[in-house]
């Protein structure tokens, strides 16, 4: 493509709160207008939706495959709410409009593509975080942004790493060595990585950059790693 596209995946955490969501967007909108971008795509997580999937799938002992499908309609659904509370951010379902649009927001809305094209394995290893980069791929980007209610990877003395290799975060996890976040789902606490397991192996594979960016109320993270020309002013993690 011979014009500037970015895409960024919106956390379930982002999404399902208002000021957290409305202060991504902003930046998203003021980067798009001030020509920073041409196109910027944004595709929304599973948030609770998924998180309910889940709880049933484990309850139920329903198929992988389904709770796949499942997992990916949520996103749809989790799409379309977004498209209510920002109605000027076009709705795109269909993957050949997604590449033929030129010079707007989009939100993309991504079960009819990942239906048509079942290339990634039905697991709970592959989240919106993977989905995103199969996007990015098919797109022929370098780099895929993750919007999150995080700063980005820590380590175990609770600061950010900038840059990372995929080998480096294995290892890091394995070792203990990463901070997890802690989110409480319907009272239960669960500790979380920043991104989902198949993540790096998608990295590794199509060689496209992740960048963790922090869309949280109160902080301007997106508009500064863009904008900031020095990289100790931005806080983020690029896992490559």
Same mark, same amino acid.
């Given at each position: 493509?011979?014009?500037?596209?970015?895409?960024?995946?919106?956390?379930?955490?982002?999404?399902?709160?208002?000021?957290?969501?409305?202060?991504?967007?902003?930046?998203?909108?003021?980067?798009?207008?001030?020509?920073?971008?041409?196109?910027?795509?944004?595709?929304?997580?599973?948030?609770?939706?998924?998180?309910?999937?889940?709880?049933?799938?484990?309850?139920?002992?329903?198929?992988?495959?389904?709770?796949?499908?499942?997992?990916?309609?949520?996103?749809?659904?989790?799409?379309?709410?977004?498209?209510?509370?920002?109605?000027?951010?076009?709705?795109?379902?269909?993957?050949?409009?997604?590449?033929?649009?030129?010079?707007?927001?989009?939100?993309?809305?991504?079960?009819?593509?990942?239906?048509?094209?079942?290339?990634?394995?039905?697991?709970?290893?592959? *989240? $919106?975080?993977? #989905?995103?980069? %199969?996007?990015?791929?098919?797109? @022929?980007?370098?780099?895929?942004?993750? =919007? +999150?209610?995080?700063?980005?990877?820590?380590?175990?003395?609770?600061?950010?790493?900038?840059e990372i290799s995929t080998s480096e975060f294995r290892?890091?996890?394995?070792?203990?060595?990463?901070?997890?976040?802690?989110?409480?789902?319907?009272?239960?606490?669960?500790?979380?990585?920043?991104?989902?397991?198949?993540?790096?192996?998608?990295?590794?594979?199509?060689?496209?950059?992740?960048?963790?960016?922090?869309?949280?109320?109160? *902080? $301007?993270?997106? #508009?500064?790693? %863009?904008?900031?020309?020095?990289? @100790?002013?931005?806080?983020?993690?690029? =896992? +490559?």
């Open positions: 493509m011979n014009y500037k596209t970015a895409l960024f995946k919106i956390g379930g955490k982002i999404l399902e709160d208002f000021e957290n969501l409305n202060s991504t967007i902003s930046q998203l909108t003021q980067l798009f207008n001030e020509s920073l971008f041409e196109k910027i795509i944004i595709i929304p997580g599973g948030g609770s939706f998924a998180n309910f999937i889940r709880r049933i799938y484990n309850q139920l002992k329903f198929t992988e495959e389904i709770a796949h499908w499942m997992g990916i309609i949520s996103m749809n659904y989790n799409g379309l709410e977004l498209s209510k509370k920002f109605p000027n951010l076009q709705v795109v379902e269909s993957y050949e409009k997604l590449k033929e649009n030129r010079k707007n927001i989009c939100i993309f809305l991504p079960y009819e593509f990942i239906k048509e094209n079942d290339e990634l394995p039905h697991s709970w290893d592959v *989240t $919106s975080d993977s #989905i995103s980069l %199969f996007v990015g791929k098919q797109l @022929e980007l370098n780099e895929c942004y993750l =919007i +999150k209610d995080v700063d980005g990877v820590l380590n175990k003395k609770n600061q950010v790493i900038k290892n890091m996890k394995k070792a203990g060595k990463l901070i997890k976040v802690i989110h409480e789902i319907n009272g239960l606490k669960e500790k979380t990585t920043p991104i989902d397991p198949y993540t790096t192996t998608l990295i590794d594979r199509y060689k496209i950059s992740c960048i963790i960016l922090n869309g949280s109320k109160n *902080t $301007s993270r997106i #508009i500064n790693y %863009f904008k900031s020309s020095g990289i @100790e002013e931005k806080i983020f993690t690029m =896992i +490559k």
